[in-house]
RNA sequence: CGGGAUGUAGCGCAGCUUGGUAGCGCAUCUGCUUUGGGAGCAGAGGGCCGCAGGUUCGAAUCCUGUCAUCCCGACCA
């Protein structure tokens, strides 16, 4: 490819609209130009390297066994009626009507389709395990799209799609995902990490992210990870040891009290005027479940609560903290003062923990936290402003036990979970992909059912596994760049070279260029020559904004036949004669390996 | 959706406070000179000042509305 023919226009200056570095990168190097918000044109360089990061994946999931397909974008709403999502999925569905007034949705993803066609072509456990994907754009009407290609309303997914009769079978083909993917993301040159997620909104039980980790504050989520061991969680949804409340070995309240604190509606406060630690501190926090209904969470004073583990804890669409207008309906005091002080606990069928007062007929549902099962003489909200209970033990830690539940944010320096040694660290990452346990909840949804060997029918066990394919190439390029512009590794690099004449007028750089420039093309090595009547400084400012893994230079010393050869992640050239370059090129495409952009870059 | 900001030439910006008919740098085009890290000189083209109302003799500038974009939060590949 001739630079003077190729639409790359690259700017001088970072667009005024882009705040992070693979977005301005990308945009100033001319990769890629916003059609409106969160939708984007990808230039011929970008095409190319999405078809690469694609060819990948491609390649990876069909050597698992995968086969790929194509679904519709365009979708009908019945499927999405019947599975529930037209309800749940909200407004980041893009809903549309057709001529016929029929109500349509843009795909963000294809559970519903897929489990059509399961259910209309699959009926026999004969024909399990599948596992099906295809790669194409997908439609989110995100609330906030953001950070260029990082969180489009307009993407590229691989998507794929198992069936299996055992859930056995659903972890094999997860873990044989998983392996997929680590071979697929270390194939682009890109260093993961498999965390553990909350599943969200496409729902399941288990679910893995595969993590890009950034360090800087680009990434789109923290991520908690052992120092120690291969822990790794979103913090969502990460699980740590918090250190055990101490008292310093001093004693507090051994005897139950009331005591008046005025003006200690926050833990801070109150810990100043009863001069004690937060740890010695439950707190009780009123929560609102899918706009209706109220209930409490108990946690220890020193703790935040994570809000997306609360809302699986408790199975909510949506939850909110209370007003203060509500936390005086439910509760008859004001925020600060809720507690359990003068509550008692009961338990519902169903198994639901309650706390209120003895003759209240609204007790409120509560999730308790694991921090505070250990709490002894511990400061209490009594339900009434201006006061608290100390010396507070639980009543009856019978009925609690098993109905503790994980909801705190984990911190740094927490103990890890998984090897009980190491302490956690937190870095930022960007999700590039993920594989979900699906279960039985679209097939059931849907009445998608197979013939089992007994010939009974039964719903499929479904997972799914998701490649943002354009995230990913976004995300390399957050992971790897220098002060100039990108720097492609070279799996998903554009073109792996590219050749730089220094002057065009003069006429024996210009022949040495293009001589070398035809020799690489017909050996089939990806290269652009850069036939720009500009001068060289412009020329290599581009080619370093453009991210080539390599650059050959035709200039002082092409009449001696010799040529510069130099790598994007190295400052030095070395000169090698126009016979050899070929050899060299090929040489260093061969010996790539991950670790020459990780250090570098 | 809540909070904050911005819309002026392809890109980056000034002008707005105090209204008088639009400017700078880069890019583009022409010519000459130059040619190893974003060249110099000379010249040229390019703007419904986001859009719609209003105030005024007169609006990029003041007022109202509206649309768009970006940042922070809740959502996600």
């Known amino acids: 490819m001739r630079m003077s023919k190729l639409l790359a226009p690259t700017l001088r200056e970072n667009p005024a609209e882009a705040e992070v570095v693979s977005h301005q ?13 969160g939708i984007y044109n990808y230039l011929p360089l970008m095409w190319r390297v999405m078809k690469k990061v694609e060819q990948i994946v491609r390649e990876e999931m069909d050597k698992a066994g995968a086969q790929e397909l194509l679904m519709p974008i365009l979708q009908p709403a019945d499927i999405w009626q019947e599975s529930g999502r037209w309800e749940v999925y909200g407004k980041e569905l893009i809903r549309l009507k057709d001529r016929h007034d029929r109500d349509c949705v843009l795909g963000p993803t294809h559970e519903e389709v897929i489990t059509t066609i399961a259910k209309h072509e699959i009926h026999s456990y004969r024909h399990l395990p599948v596992n099906l994907y295809q790669i194409q754009n ?22 794929a799609y198992s069936f299996h009769t055992t859930e056995d079978d659903l972890d094999r083909e997860y873990y044989v995902m998983a392996d997929t993917y680590k071979s697929i993301f ?17 729902g399941g039980d288990v679910s893995h992210e595969f993590m890009v980790l950034t360090h800087t504050h680009s990434g789109e989520c923290d991520v908690f990870y052992c120092n120690q061991c291969e822990y790794a969680a979103n913090s969502n949804r990460a699980e740590s040891i918090t250190p055990a409340a101490t008292t310093d070995g001093k004693e507090y309240f051994s005897q139950e009290a009331i005591v008046e604190t005025p003006d200690c509606s926050s833990i ?3 810990t100043k005027f009863l001069k004690i630690p937060p740890t010695l501190i439950c707190k009780a926090l009123l929560y609102i479940k899918d706009e209706k209904e109220p209930f409490l969470v108990l946690i220890r004073g020193d703790l935040e609560v994570e809000e997306v583990k609360l809302l699986n804890a408790v199975q909510a669409y949506e939850i909110r903290m209370a007003n203060e207008e509500e936390v005086y309906k439910y509760t008859g005091t004001k925020k600060g003062y809720v507690g359990i002080g003068n ?51 639980w009543h009856a830690p019978d009925l609690m036990e098993g109905h503790y539940k994980d909801v705190k944010l984990a911190r740094l320096g927490d103990t890890c979970p998984e090897c009980q040694k190491g302490t956690l660290e937190m870095t930022r990452g960007i999700e590039v992909g993920n594989i979900f346990k699906l279960g039985k909840k679209y097939s059931r949804a849907m009445n998608a059912t197979y013939s089992t060997e007994d010939g009974k029918e039964d719903f499929f066990i479904m997972g799914c596994y998701g490649i943002g394919i354009s995230r990913t190439a976004a995300a390399s390029v957050e992971r790897y760049h220098d002060e100039n512009g990108i720097i492609w590794p070279i799996p998903i690099a554009p073109y792996h070279v ?40 412009v020329k290599f400012k581009d080619a370093d904004l453009l991210g080539f893994p390599l650059r050959i230079t035709a200039g002082k010393k092409a009449g001696e036949g010799l040529l510069e050869v130099k790598l994007r992640t190295e400052k030095a050239a070395q000169d090698i004669p126009a016979a ?5 090129v090929q040489q260093q495409l061969q010996s790539w390996n991950a670790e020459a952009v990780l250090t570098h870059a």
């Open 580 to 584: 050899e370059v070929l050899a060299y």
């Open 498 to 537: 590219v050749v730089v004449p220094v002057n065009t007028s003069d006429e024996t750089q210009l022949a040495l260029a293009e001589r070398v420039y035809n020799e690489l093309k017909i050996a089939g090595i990806e290269v652009v020559i850069d036939d720009r009547d500009e001068r060289a400084g």
């Open 343 to 393: 509550w008692v606990i009961s338990l519902k069928e169903g198994g639901v923990l309650l706390f209120g007062k003895e003759q209240s007929s609204m007790p409120l549902p509560t999730v308790v936290d694991f921090s505070v099962k250990e709490l002894k003489n511990f400061v209490v909200g009594h339900n009434q402003a201006g006061y608290h209970k100390v010396g507070y033990n």
């Open 25 to 37: 990168l990308l945009v100033r190097a001319g990769y890629i130009r916003r059609l409106a918000s």
């Open 186 to 202: 270390k194939r682009c040159g890109l260093e993961t990490r498999m965390v553990r997620s909350d599943s969200g909104a496409i």
């Open 138 to 159: 997908k439609y989110r009407d995100e609330i906030r799209p953001r950070f260029g290609l990082l969180r489009g309303r307009e993407f590229i997914m691989k998507d």
């Open 268 to 270: 801070e406060a109150l």
